[in-house]
């Protein structure tokens, strides 16, 4: 398991003063006497950390002003303490001395909770921390924000497709984006999709069900079921991707190693502005009919030198499911 959602709305406004910049932080999943503490004991605390700041609290809202720098480390320190908050159920003053004197040592490096925060991408459900959690998955953390397509190739359990919904949830909660596009071929493994019970809708969804599995981890139900209804974030087989344009959307293809040459073509073709795509897929895995060759070599292989793409190889040390899923990588990939 990966990455977050995050618990906290900001907004940026600049000053009239020029270097000075004001930030407004709305909390939403902490309740603000738990961050504060009894007559804002806390909040004093985590003031003299930042002296540089003119900091204001009323309610559920933080107002902070001062330079962009010290702007950005007390709203990560902010998200890390209720990060931290979620998790263990409890913010003492000295768990928040441990925070800040943890950002002390590291000179203009953002601050970091015990379980080491830095690497979140997102604050689920019921303190959930979504993060990268190896080497490669922080490669596509990394590369996303540097890019604006990314290829991520590896072997189950690596966490492909779970950091890139997570990736879309972080882009979408910072309002980078205004929509989630996710889609994978359907395309059976060994079984026969005529055979499954229902309408059409009932027969894809099994195949789209990790992705919904992925976003339930990161959105409360009723907020998740409120992106559905309103198309905010859409799930549909590739088919159904074809003649579109997505503009400010995050489009993650998943499973893309059962995506036929001409479909992946289609798929890529439909990047419109301001659009981030990442598409996963682990070529031991290719479903497709025998005579049906994989879209994703060839694609990987066209554009793995593009200005603007990323490819990032995921392998068996970063296999994160039970430890056997790990032996049984390496013992089919030593066949």
């Excluded at 049906?292 to 068996?316: F, H, R, Y």
Aim: net charge neutral; aromatic share 6%.
């Amino acid at each position: 398991m990966l990455f977050s959602c995050f618990l906290i709305k900001k907004l940026f406004l600049f000053n009239s003063i020029v270097g000075v910049s004001e930030k407004k932080i709305i909390l939403e999943d902490i309740a603000p006497v738990n961050l504060y503490g009894v007559n804002d004991s806390k909040l004093e605390l985590i003031k003299t950390r930042f002296p540089k700041l003119k900091i204001v609290a009323r309610g559920e809202i933080i107002k902070a002003s001062g330079e962009e720098e010290d702007l950005n480390q007390f709203e990560m320190v902010i998200n890390i303490l209720i990060a931290y908050y979620n998790r263990f159920g409890n913010l003492t003053e000295n768990a928040i001395e441990q925070i800040l004197n943890g950002r002390a040592k590291r000179k203009g490096s953002p601050a970091e909770s015990p379980d080491g925060a830095t690497d979140v991408i997102v604050f689920g459900n019921n303190g959930l921390v979504v993060k990268a959690r190896t080497d490669n998955q922080r490669k596509m953390v990394d590369a996303i924000s540097k890019n604006d397509m990314l290829f991520a190739v590896g072997p189950a359990g690596t966490g492909k497709t779970y950091t890139a919904v997570a990736l879309a949830v972080r882009a979408l909660k910072n309002k980078e984006v205004k929509k989630i596009i996710l889609t994978r071929p359907a395309v059976e493994a060994g079984e026969n999709l005529g055979f499954l019970p229902g309408d059409l809708k009932e027969k894809l969804d099994p195949y789209l069900q990790p992705l919904y599995d992925a976003l339930g981890d990161m959105i409360a139900s009723e907020k998740l079921a409120y992106y559905i209804e309103n198309r905010v974030i859409q799930i549909a087989p590739l088919a159904f991707m074809r003649g579109r344009t997505l503009d400010n959307a995050f489009a993650i293809l998943d499973e893309a190693q059962n995506a036929t040459e001409g479909q992946l073509k289609m798929f890529l073709t439909r990047m419109g502005s301001s659009a981030k795509f990442v598409i996963t897929g682990d070529i031991t895995q290719i479903d497709l009919p025998k005579h049906q060759p994989s879209g994703l070599p060839q694609a990987i292989q066209l554009l793995n030198k593009v200005d603007g793409i990323s490819v990032i190889e995921l392998d068996g040390t970063d296999v994160i499911r039970h430890q056997l899923v790990k032996k049984i990588v390496e013992l089919y990939d030593a066949k």
